[in-house]
């Protein structure tokens, strides 16, 4: 057990639709990070934040935005949502310095219909 | 800007036979170099990881050097079993701007 929280586990929709991931960091952690993992792009960093600020921006589609609230908890919301969004979405938490190991949770798996 | 090079799986390989998987980075300066990896069903979880030049991370019989004259991190096993089946990743050195992928990873199947 990571200590990094998500949910839901599973998510089911349809095409056009609007879902929210959420994440709950370990303990002390104040960086959060997301990542989308599908078959043919391998694990991709969509978005960091540190202590509820925006700190780096990957390949993050403009559909999709996500905030970390003053609770450090982060939410990642996906909308218009494609058949090609998905794909399992994993938040990872880390301390204050870019070396700090990553924790990963264990991931969101969405399915787009 | 930095980045990694990771061997591309899959790679097959019987019960106690040697496992290396190649990682080679470039980055400004030596920052910290680590592996993951992923399970089946699972996230991702760290297996070692080296902070400096010539340090030797080790973890559930992996060991890799960073390796400063090839910047490399090869990974490596001397006796594999079923279990270390999984997905391994080369985690690529945190840049300035924090940005990172960690690509596809190596899939690694392990036969009895």
């Known amino acids: 057990d990571s200590g990094v929280t998500q949910t839901p586990k599973h998510l089911i929709t349809a095409t056009g639709q609007r879902v929210t991931l959420r994440c709950s960091p370990r303990?002390?952690?104040?960086?959060v990070y997301w990542y989308q993992q599908s078959l043919d792009q391998g694990l991709q960093f969509l978005i960091q934040y540190y202590n509820g600020e925006e700190r780096a921006k990957g390949n993050i589609l403009e559909r999709f935005s996500a905030q970390q609230f003053p609770d450090l908890h982060s939410e990642l919301n996906l909308s218009s949502l494609e058949l090609g969004d998905s794909a399992l979405y994993f938040c990872a938490s880390s301390g204050r310095l870019s070396t700090d190991t990553q924790y990963f949770g264990p991931g969101t798996r969405l399915t787009v219909l | 800007g930095d980045s990694v090079t990771q061997m591309e799986g899959p790679v097959t390989l019987s019960e106690e036979a040697f496992l290396t998987i190649n990682c080679t980075y470039t980055?400004?300066?030596?920052?910290?170099l680590f592996w993951y990896v992923q399970y089946p069903g699972e996230g991702l979880q760290l297996l070692l990881k080296a902070t400096k030049a010539d340090d030797k991370g080790s973890n559930k019989g992996f060991e890799a050097t960073y390796r400063k004259e090839t910047t490399s991190f090869h990974l490596e096993k001397g006796s594999v079993q079923v279990s270390d089946s999984a997905v391994y990743f080369c985690a690529p050195p945190v840049s300035n701007d924090y940005k990172l992928s960690f690509g596809a990873g190596t899939t690694v199947t392990v036969r009895a």
């Open positions: 980055a400004t300066g030596y920052p910290s």
């Open positions: 303990s002390g952690d104040l960086s």
